[in-house]
């Protein structure tokens, strides 16, 4: 399904766009030697696909004012999400201030600060995670040497662990086949 962008529908998504602040220096449109113009955006800043799983990259349009329509509102759908997605859990803002304000640098370096915290504290319940079940391994290392120099001779290696059985499949009932004659 693709829009029509008629004169009024043009002016509405200028007005849109221009109520969100958009940017329009992260989209080209480049004439085509064939006739109708190709509308690129510059990549997001931050991951959007929480916010606009269909992130726009490219569009083909047949006519100039379906390229401006193209870009605008390719461009604000995008800027929103960035928008939304590093402004997400802010408290004070109502949607209409978090949709329609620029990002400044400061809420980017702190979105990016967040993010590299959230990574560190992956990486260091990796490491704890590893650091415990290492220990846990130590542990009953230990407990097994101390049992069998208790008492030597009754701890035996573990066996290694058997695979899983194969899966019983259920028995179906089918109609007994007689052989055909052959003509």
């Known amino acids: 399904m693709s829009i029509i962008f008629d004169p009024i529908t043009l002016n509405q998504v200028r007005a849109d766009a221009d109520a969100h602040n958009v940017d329009v220096s992260r989209c080209k449109i480049k004439a085509l030697a064939e006739g109708g113009y190709t509308v690129a955006f510059d990549a997001p800043i931050v991951d959007v696909s929480r916010y606009l799983p269909e992130c726009p990259t490219q569009h083909h349009a047949r006519s ?5 329509g193209l870009m605008l509102t390719g461009l604000t759908k995008i800027q929103r999400a960035e928008r939304q997605a590093i402004r997400a859990g802010c408290v004070g803002r109502d949607a209409m201030r978090i949709n329609r304000e620029p990002i400044t640098s400061a809420e980017l ?36 040497a101390d049992l069998s120099q208790r008492y030597p001779g009754t701890v035996t290696k573990a066996r290694k662990q058997k695979s899983a059985p194969a899966p019983v499949l259920p028995t179906v009932q089918t109609k007994p086949t007689t052989p055909r004659s052959i003509v």
Do not use: G, M, T
Not at 64 to 68: F, L, M, S
């Open 64 to 68: 100039a004012a379906e390229a401006e």
């Open 109 to 144: 370096e702190q979105h990016k600060r967040h993010l590299a915290e959230l990574a560190l504290q992956r990486k260091i319940a990796a490491e704890l995670k590893e650091a415990v079940e290492l220990r846990e391994r130590e542990v009953e290392r230990a407990e097994a």
